[in-house]
């Protein structure tokens, strides 16, 4: 066997094609193809797959199986969608309240799921994995999603979340929200006093530890009838909701590319509201609707659209169907 690649995973990759080559016959491994060249490169730069532990807790030893499992098919990215309303499952040590209050603290919010009430990553755990992750390489790459879907973070830290029960207690009436919770989308008080303190302090601390280049604060499905609802926080909004939002944005974008020198993505999302700067970012696509003004305007962006697993990739069959525009 002789391999010659460009780049150190170019060769782990070449050994994963080896892999799939081999077959078993009569208790025996053996090449299905004993003489073949195979001339092999990325379809994509950006090859990834996103796990969600802010609605259904994975082990550390299973998140390595994932981990290994992406490897296998040559993908090198995993987003990891840390935190969302279900749960604040990351230890941060300055606001430790967040993981004590915050992690799964709706229990049991998939049928099928276990209940993890209170499990959470240590930060060693996050090490381990990014380390994990590296020498197999993969990028592991955070998200902390914020303004929105933040209702978790609130548990622990009141004062930064927005109070707004007629929302909360109209969306708990939606018979697929599981005990009338887990759909209901709770925002950050983007212009409160302490909220760009806390999110900083807990960007920063994970920001330290996942080493990429680039790092994931969602921005997704803003829930501006929670913010309208609440007289004190439209008060300190001023200006309007899109201004507000954006210098939120803003802030923690540069808190991250100063200082952790950060290539920050957001979700598609974040344009909704006018006046959202592009500049440095890279967009996730989700309304793949969106594609074309982006290939238009250069903005670099990742292509997620209908390749989740229970929408557009159903089947194997209908996955492969998908390709990259």
């Known amino acids: ?73 040559r993908m090198n990215a995993l987003h990891w969608h840390l935190t969302d309303d279900q749960s604040f499952p990351v230890e941060i040590l300055q606001y430790p309240a967040l993981h004590k209050k915050g992690a799964n603290w709706l229990g049991k919010i998939h049928g099928t799921c276990p209940e993890t009430v209170g499990a959470f990553y ?36 009141p004062e930064i979340s927005v109070d707004c029960p007629h929302y909360i207690s109209k969306k708990g009436d939606n018979p697929r929200n599981v005990k009338g919770q887990y759909t209901v989308n709770i925002p950050l008080d983007v212009a409160g006093p302490k909220t760009l303190e806390v999110v900083s302090a807990v960007l920063g601390e994970i920001a330290s530890i996942f080493i990429d280049p680039w790092f994931h604060v969602g921005g997704d499905e803003l829930t501006k009838a929670c913010l309208e609802e609440n007289p004190t926080v439209m008060a300190r909004i001023g200006d ?17 590319e100063q200082k952790f020198n950060k290539t920050v993505i957001f979700w598609d999302d974040v344009d909704n509201l006018p006046g959202f700067d592009y500049q440095g970012v890279v967009m996730e696509v989700w309304h793949r609707e969106k594609i074309r003004k982006y290939v238009q305007k250069g903005i670099p ?6 390749w989740y697993l229970d929408v557009g990739c159903k089947t194997t069959n209908a996955c492969h169907r998908r390709t990259p525009e």
Do not use: N
């Open 1 to 73: 066997v002789k391999i010659t690649c460009c780049a150190l995973f170019g060769c782990l990759h070449a050994t994963r094609v080896l892999t799939q080559l081999v077959v078993t016959e009569d208790s025996k491994q053996c090449f299905a193809y004993p003489s073949v060249e195979i001339h092999d490169v990325p379809l994509a730069k950006y090859r990834g797959m996103l796990i969600d532990t802010g609605r259904a807790f994975f082990t550390r030893d299973f998140l390595e199986k994932i981990i290994d499992g992406v490897s296998l098919l």
């Open 122 to 157: 240590t930060q060693d755990d996050l090490r381990h994995l990014v380390e994990f992750a590296r020498i197999r390489g993969i990028r592991l790459i955070p998200e902390l999603d914020v303004p929105s879907h933040t209702r978790s973070w609130g548990r622990g830290v």
């Open 240 to 256: 309007g909701i899109p201004a507000a939002v954006h210098k939120f944005e803003s802030d923690v974008r540069q808190h991250l």
């Open 301 to 306: 962006f990742i292509d997620t659209g209908y």
